[in-house]
């Protein structure tokens, strides 16, 4: 059995849901074969999200971690490949906490590449018939904080352990009067269940497949 924990957060600016929390639980309740999944929601702010995140490594013990948080106005479900190290908050977080410009892990490197075959989960969300691709960018808000603490959680005290951040559209509830794309949570679900299924199953190399971007 490969150990996995999902995160999710909890809803953050002027919505009441986060399709990200909804879909790690239908995921943890309903888990793909081979895998043990727990999942975590963790609070929308900076520095605790994080020492929500530790506790629940530090409890799970995983061999995967996948963190997942909602990227409303994205059409596909997307994959991160890289988290940097600056916090910068177009808007409050839930606790009023508003960095500028400020590191994630001070004397940190600049950024980390996700220790996930990105490619490979990728591919395995698009065989199942959902709509996905690579982002190269996870913002500079909560999520990338949660990212590149993972990914230094990984890369200083956990190399055995593999982990990255995927990003969902809305759900169609959060959008009923706005003109915004939107994907079902149960479908959201199945491709988090791909996700984790590629990413347990991959333990070479990722796959050689175009991932790019021109902008
Ligand atoms: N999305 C935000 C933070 C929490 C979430 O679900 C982000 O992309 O940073």
């Known amino acids: 059995m490969t150990r996995v924990l999902l995160t999710g957060f909890e809803p953050f600016g002027s919505e009441e849901t986060n399709p990200s929390w909804e879909a790690a639980a239908l995921v943890a309740a309903d888990p793909p074969p081979g895998c043990d999944v727990t ?90 018939g959902i709509p996905a691709a690579v982002s190269q960018t996870a913002g500079t808000f909560v999520c990338n904080h949660v990212f ?24 169609p509830g959060q959008v009923v009067d706005r003109d915004q794309p939107s994907l079902p949570v149960a479908t959201a679900a199945e491709a988090l269940r791909a996700i984790v299924t590629a990413a347990a199953r991959t333990t070479g190399a990722d796959l050689r497949i175009a991932g790019g971007a021109t902008h």
């Open 39 to 128: 999942a975590v929601r963790l609070s929308c702010v900076f520095g605790t999200a994080l020492e929500e995140l530790d506790a629940a490594v530090a409890a799970a013990d995983p061999d995967l971690v996948v963190c997942v948080g909602q990227a409303g106005g994205r059409a596909q479900v997307t994959v991160e490949r890289v988290a940097i190290n600056v916090d910068d908050a177009r808007i409050p977080d839930n606790a009023g906490r508003h960095p500028v410009d400020e590191p994630v892990v001070a004397d940190g490197p600049a950024a980390y590449f996700a220790p996930l075959p990105v490619k490979a989960c990728v591919a395995a969300v698009r065989a199942a």
């Open 148 to 171: 590149y603490g993972l990914a230094h959680l990984i890369a200083t005290r956990r190399p055995a352990t593999r982990g990255g951040f995927v990003h969902l559209p809305y759900a």
